[in-house]
């Protein structure tokens, strides 16, 4: 049958599924008007003209892996790498809190230096002193025993990007040493114990297929993460994929709607790596069916070595900075940046 974009759109919104041949067309249309339009529809019935602010902490730029695609691999023997102390990530958070975030992301590389009982007493410290706050650990793979002390400790959501769903292009952007199967157990034992669980991937990532990127929508459809977060591939010059072509911005606006309309209830933020791809990239997100923005909270003498790929945006700014440039980007994109906890609204996917 011919693809017609309408009715594709329409099926999708009606039953959040549709062939992959559709899905195709869908992901690669150059006509997207009717795409985003139909998703800004379906965020607005969920979650209004609400943007949640998320602030980020990027606590550790070490890592032992060696993912081909990332700045802060192990291999990358020209950064030089820092890590904030418990009192660092506490002001970090005290900051945050006084200019309205209600979450707080702790991300880094994989660094067994903040070993669970570490890790545990920021998480513990944090939730403590900010009892009306969520924290949202994203620090990687990990044992089950070690998520669950880290979600009894009082850590409400976790982000682990699965990257691709597809075996044989996971072993294409990643070492021996790494594999699909333990992410897909992290991501399944964060959600049995418990946790909010965020998954995602690149789009446009070295080898990347558009039958990899229905793989990507499939596995989402079996994990029914909460919140789902993707970006386009950005080179990193200081690692085996410096010189890969970025990902299409476009393609990845395209995604975000039909993630938006398969899992209408999803907390989808619009990226950094939107934002440093194009200048409103961000914007373009929020319209196409983003609602999340995650504005950076790390010390600003630090940011520049956090950096997963060149020309990473917002290394300069202070934290106040951030929140007010975002804040006006949001509004000026048509919605309303708010400093609830932003929970997801789960009850939305039985509609
Ligand atoms: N160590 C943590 C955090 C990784 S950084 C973890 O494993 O989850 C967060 C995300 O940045 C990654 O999941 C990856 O999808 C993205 N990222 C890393 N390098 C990138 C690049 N070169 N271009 C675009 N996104 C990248």
């Given at each position: 049958?011919?693809?017609?974009?309408?009715?594709?759109?329409?099926?999708?919104?009606?039953?959040?599924?549709?062939?992959?041949?559709?899905?195709?067309?869908?992901i690669?249309?150059?006509?997207?008007?009717?795409?985003?339009?139909?998703?800004?529809?379906?965020?607005?019935?969920?979650?209004?003209?609400?943007?949640?602010i998320?602030?980020?902490?990027?606590?550790?730029?070490?890592?032992?892996?060696?993912?081909?695609?990332?700045?802060?691999?192990?291999?990358?023997?020209?950064?030089?790498?820092?890590?904030?102390?418990?009192?660092?990530?506490?002001?970090?958070?005290?900051?945050?809190?006084?200019?309205?975030?209600?979450?707080?992301?702790?991300?880094?590389?994989?660094?067994?230096?903040?070993?669970?009982?570490?890790?545990?007493?920021?998480?513990?410290?944090i939730?403590?002193?900010?009892?009306?706050?969520?924290?949202?650990?994203?620090?990687?793979?990990?044992?089950?025993?070690?998520?669950?002390?880290?979600?009894?400790?009082?850590?409400?959501?976790?982000?682990?990007?699965?990257?691709?769903?597809?075996?044989?292009?996971?072993?294409?952007?990643?070492?021996?040493?790494?594999?699909?199967?333990?992410?897909?157990?992290?991501?399944?034992?964060?959600?049995?114990?418990?946790?909010?669980?965020?998954?995602?991937?690149?789009?446009?990532?070295?080898?990347?297929?558009?039958d990899?990127?229905?793989?990507?929508?499939?596995?989402?459809?079996?994990?029914?993460?909460d919140?789902?977060?993707?970006?386009?591939?950005?080179?990193?010059?200081?690692?085996?994929?410096?010189?890969?072509?970025?990902g299409?911005?476009?393609?990845?606006?395209?995604?975000?709607?039909?993630?938006?309309?398969?899992?209408?209830?999803?907390?989808?933020?619009?990226?950094?790596?939107?934002?440093?791809?194009?200048?409103?990239?961000?914007?373009?997100?929020?319209?196409?069916?983003?609602?999340?923005?995650?504005?950076?909270?790390?010390?600003?003498?630090?940011?520049?070595?956090?950096?997963?790929?060149?020309?990473?945006?917002?290394?300069?700014?202070?934290?106040?900075?951030?929140?007010s440039?975002?804040?006006?980007?949001?509004?000026?994109?048509?919605y309303?940046?708010?400093?609830?906890?932003?929970?997801?609204?789960r009850?939305?996917?039985?509609?």
């Amino acid at each position: 049958m011919e693809f017609n974009i309408n009715n594709a759109i329409s099926e999708l919104r009606g039953t959040h599924s549709l062939d992959d041949s559709s899905l195709k067309n869908l992901i690669t249309s150059e006509d997207t008007s009717p795409l985003h339009e139909a998703a800004d529809i379906e965020r607005k019935r969920v979650y209004g003209d609400a943007v949640y602010i998320r602030g980020l902490i990027e606590f550790t730029n070490h890592c032992k892996n060696n993912c081909f695609y990332c700045g802060i691999r192990a291999g990358n023997a020209s950064l030089s790498r820092y890590r904030l102390t418990h009192e660092e990530i506490m002001d970090c958070c005290r900051e945050g809190y006084a200019l309205g975030f209600r979450t707080f992301v702790l991300q880094g590389g994989e660094d067994g230096y903040y070993t669970d009982k570490a890790l545990c007493d920021i998480v513990y410290d944090i939730k403590s002193l900010y009892s009306d706050c969520a924290v949202t650990l994203s620090v990687g793979e990990r044992s089950r025993e070690s998520y669950k002390k880290l979600f009894d400790a009082g850590a409400d959501r976790y982000l682990l990007r699965h990257e691709t769903a597809d075996p044989k292009h996971y072993a294409k952007l990643h070492p021996n040493s790494m594999s699909l199967e333990n992410r897909k157990r992290c991501l399944w034992d964060l959600k049995e114990i418990g946790y909010q669980v965020g998954s995602g991937f690149m789009v446009g990532s070295p080898y990347q297929t558009l039958d990899n990127l229905i793989s990507d929508l499939r596995f989402l459809q079996e994990l029914l993460p909460d919140m789902i977060g993707i970006g386009p591939f950005l080179p990193h010059s200081d690692t085996p994929f410096g010189d890969f072509e970025k990902g299409s911005l476009k393609m990845c606006l395209n995604l975000i709607s039909i993630l938006r309309l398969m899992f209408p209830y999803a907390l989808i933020p619009a990226t950094t790596a939107l934002g440093t791809i194009h200048p409103s990239g961000r914007e373009m997100g929020l319209k196409a069916g983003a609602n999340v923005v995650m504005p950076n909270l790390s010390p600003v003498k630090f940011r520049t070595l956090y950096e997963l790929y060149d020309n990473k945006i917002c290394t300069g700014d202070e934290s106040a900075q951030c929140r007010s440039c975002l804040e006006m980007r949001v509004s000026s994109a048509g919605y309303k940046l708010v400093t609830d906890i932003g929970n997801v609204r789960r009850d939305e996917l039985e509609k």
